[in-house]
Structure formats: C-alpha cells, structure tokens
C-alpha cells in the first residue's frame, strides 16, 4: 500500500554569520515523512530510522507530531491521527535545521488531513509560531535562500536568487551538540553600537551581493559581531575553525551553521582542501566529525498526496462520530 503523504523536507544553515535570525539556505540534505496509515483522533504510531531514532520514536517527543496538533489547535479544526514512517538524515542539535524540519511537515500535514485553505505566507506563519523565528523554517519550507522578517505576529519574507553551479556547501559537522536555548543564552544583553552598525553594513552587503551575484563580496557581507563571537566557545575547535578554512583560496566564505556546532563554508572550485582543513581543525581539538558537500540551492518541501487520501479522512471522521 503506497503512503497517504509523503514529504521531503531539506536542512538549513541559518544565521549565516551576518544575517542573524534574518537569512538561512536550504541545503540538499533531506528527511523523509510518510504518513502510511489514518488512525483516530488523538492515536499516533511512529517507526523512526536514523538520526534520533530511538527518542524519536515516541509520538510524545516527536516535534512533527507535536507541529500537527498545535497546528489544528490554532487552526480550530480536528485532524485525525496517523501513523508514520521517518527517515532522518539532518543531523540533531547540530545547527542543521532539524527541529524547522519537522514542525514543516507537521503543519504541512495538518495542511492535507483537515483540507486547510491558507496559502503559501499564512502557512509560513503557522510554522514561524511554533518555531519561534523564521530563519529556518522559510527556506525549509521555501527552498534556496530566504530573508525574512517577524515581528512576532507578522511575516515579510523574499527569496534571493539561487547559488551558481559552481558554488557548494561544505559543511562539518562535530560529534557534539549545541541546544539552541543554550546557543541563545551565550549571546550578551547588549552590544556595542560600532557593532550593530557593523553587522547593519555587513547583513546589507550579503543581500545585495547575493542578488547580483557579487559572490566575492561574501567574504565581508557574512563577517559578523553579534553571535558567533560567542557561540564559538560553545564547542570543540570553534574558535579556530574559522582562520583555517577562510586563508584557502576556493573558500568564499565561512560561518558557524545556526547556532551551532556545525560550521558551514561556501566553496568556488574544488571542495576537498577546505573539507579536510575544517574536519582537521576539530580532530586537532579531539572531536570527531564528518563533512557534507551540498547543493546551497535546494528544493523546499516537497508533497505527495495519494489519490486515495481524501476517501480515507472520511473514513476516519465516520468513525470518529
């Protein structure tokens, strides 16, 4: 029996050293959510294979699950449950977008089990309010890159133009985790005004240069005086890493991806000289760690419906009577 709903859901690096809580990429590093069977209100199985597997196995600490229910809620509608199969690549607490991953497919599949009608920026919106920010879930949802803006309430949001073929994503990513609550608290109450307005200056270049293609520009427009200042005490080798990787010549630029441990660099050539460079800098430091190379300009969320779906929402809402 094919899936109900199956979803494709990409990683993203956000922050993006300048950008912070405002620009994040998708990255062509995917999970897997197939919605197999519809069971009664309130009923979830789950059969998780992957990252997390074991914990994620359990409806009660799944955030897709809990991504649907807070979805229904606020939408005023009864969804049914359903049991899911999962295949998670994105890597968890690693700056990857994991969490933005999975309250996407929750809302989405909200979305097709109550035959919800919100378009494309009100759906945006209902996942901005689960996670907190924006930054990940819009180009998760969207795909390539995305700068946005949230107040809290409302949500503008522009997609820039995709990366060049010959620009990849190198990302390493350490055997250590960095919860994002504890990434938030490192950060100061306050910052000096000269950097704001170096961050002002820097987060303007990084759009403009990547809307016009300006992609040696992106060495200055992702440097940055707010977060990864501190964030990169938070792990193994993170004060380091960065004047390894930014001296090699294929390398355009480099941040920490999120809020961490996994850092990110955007390559023109070949890719291997900073691979090597950045998992060297963490094994110097005694961590373990594995690299990806990826496509910058990935594909957002991606639905399948099965032809059968909408016969098997009745099915359960009679018996729900």
């Known amino acids: 029996m094919s899936p109900l709903i199956t979803l494709r859901v990409p990683a993203t690096s956000a922050n993006l050293g300048s950008g912070f809580d405002t620009i994040g990429m998708a990255v062509s590093l995917y999970n897997i959510f197939k919605v197999t069977e519809l ?3 309130g009923e979830y199985k789950i059969e998780a294979h992957g990252e997390g597997a074991r914990e994620l196995s359990d409806p009660a600490a799944n955030l897709v699950i809990k991504a649907y229910e807070d979805t229904c809620r606020r939408w005023g ?6 049991s899911m199969w999962c295949h998670n690549i ?8 994991s969490s933005a991953g ?13 035959s919800h009608t919100d378009d494309e920026a009100e759906l ?3 996942m901005t309010l689960i996670e907190g920010h924006p930054d990940n879930v819009a180009p998760c949802y969207l795909g390539g890159m995305v700068v946005s803006c949230w107040d809290g309430e409302n949500l503008r949001y522009v997609n820039l133009p995709a990366l060049p073929p010959e620009v990849l994503c190198v990302v390493a990513v350490p055997d250590e985790q960095v919860k994002t609550s504890d990434a938030r608290k490192a950060l100061p109450k306050q910052v000096p005004f000269e950097d704001a307005v170096f961050n002002l200056g820097r987060a303007a270049l990084l759009t403009a240069a990547w809307a016009t293609g300006k992609w040696d520009y992106l060495k200055w ?7 990864q200042q501190y964030r990169s005490k938070l792990f193994s080798g993170g004060e380091a890493i960065f004047s390894s990787v930014q ?12 809020s961490g441990p996994s850092v990110i660099a955007l ?6 000289k900073v691979a090597e460079a950045m998992c060297r800098t963490f094994t110097e430091h005694g961590v373990r760690s594995q690299f990806f190379v990826l496509d910058g300009s990935a594909q957002g969320a991606k639905v399948d419906i099965d032809m059968g779906l909408e016969d098997e929402i009745a099915k359960v809402r009679g018996l729900n009577k």
């Open 90 to 97: 994105i890597p968890l607490c690693r700056g990857l977008g």
């Open 247 to 258: 001296k090699i010549p294929e390398c355009i630029s480099v941040a920490i991806s999120g």
């Open 102 to 114: 999975a309250v996407v497919a929750g809302v989405l599949i909200a979305k097709y089990l109550t």
């Open 77 to 82: 509608v009864k969804g049914p449950g359903f």
């Open 39 to 41: 069971l009664p209100e």
């Open 221 to 227: 427009g992702m440097d940055d005086r707010l977060h």
């Open 124 to 126: 945006l919106r209902a």
């Open 267 to 272: 390559v023109n050539g070949a890719t291997q």
